[in-house]
C-alpha cells in the first residue's frame, strides 16, 4: 500500500521559515512526480508546487521565490522549504503522488502563520 507521511508543520510568525517532510512508501518514488497540495479553512484544496522524477520543478505564482520543492530519491523523501511565509500560507499541505491510477494523499500537517 502506498504510504505518504507528511511532517515539519506548526506555528510560526509571518516571515519566517518551515521545512515540510513527506516519507513515500509503496510504489516506486524515484520513478514518480510528486506534489504538495495545500487547504486554507473554509476552501478547496489548491495546487503549490511539483516535481518530476528528474527533478524539474513548477510552483503556484502565489509561492514562487519562497518555497523550494526538493527530492530525495534515495531516501523516498519529498520536501517543501517555505521562507517569507505569510498569513495567506496558513493551510494543511498534503503529500500528493499519482500512481496506481489514481491520486495518493498523506494525511496532511497543519501549518499556521501568525
Known amino acids: 500500500d502506498v504510504q505518504l507521511v507528511e511532517s515539519g508543520g506548526g506555528l510560526v510568525q509571518p516571515g519566517g521559515s518551515l521545512r515540510l517532510s513527506c516519507a513515500a512508501s509503496g510504489f516506486p518514488f524515484s520513478d514518480y512526480a510528486m506534489s504538495w497540495v495545500r487547504q486554507a479553512p473554509g476552501k478547496e484544496r489548491y495546487l503549490v508546487s511539483t516535481i518530476t522524477s528528474d527533478g524539474t520543478t513548477s510552483y503556484t505564482d502565489a509561492v514562487k521565490g519562497r518555497f523550494t520543492i526538493s527530492r530525495d530519491n534515495a531516501k523516498s523523501m519529498l520536501y517543501l522549504q517555505m521562507n517569507s511565509l505569510q498569513i495567506e500560507d496558513t493551510a494543511v499541505y498534503f503529500c500528493?503522488?499519482?500512481?496506481?491510477?489514481?491520486?495518493?494523499w498523506g494525511q496532511g500537517t497543519q501549518v499556521t502563520v501568525s
Open positions: 500528493v503522488a499519482f500512481w496506481g491510477g489514481r491520486l495518493n
